[in-house]
């Protein structure tokens, strides 16, 4: 069974979005490859694990690729970055982590 609600993003669009119950979540651990095109782009997520070969005991699976056109990609790329500033005050919970995500969120430059 799909929901709807509406929603308002920040251009001040509302817009209908269809939820499916049964939506598949993806946990991520980075990002391991990102291929910018001209029309479309491709980004490959992992997840980290242990390996038990001879590659330092290291291992990245795939669990995702996200292929969209590029527009949007930086579009999407933008909103994340603004609403992680938005929410810096939230974001930490002990002092190592709080002074790394605030590095980062500062050196951010968004126009």
């Known amino acids: ?3 709807k609600k509406i929603v308002k993003d ?3 669009k509302n817009f209908s ?3 499916t119950n049964g939506m598949e979540e993806i946990f991520a651990d980075g990002i391991s490859s990102l291929m910018i095109g001209r029309n479309v782009s491709k980004v490959i997520f992992h997840t980290d694990s242990v390996s038990d070969d001879d590659t330092d005991g290291k291992l990245r699976k795939a669990v995702l690729t996200l292929i969209m056109s590029t527009p949007t990609l930086i579009l999407t790329c933008k909103r994340i970055l603004e609403a ?3 929410s810096k005050d939230k974001l930490t919970d002990n002092e190592h982590m709080n ?3 605030n590095k980062l969120l500062d050196s951010i430059n968004i126009d």
């Open 17 to 19: 979005l269809e939820n």
């Open 84 to 86: 992680a500033k938005e």
């Open 1 to 3: 069974m799909a929901t």
């Open 10 to 12: 920040k251009s001040s």
């Open 99 to 101: 002074i790394e995500i």
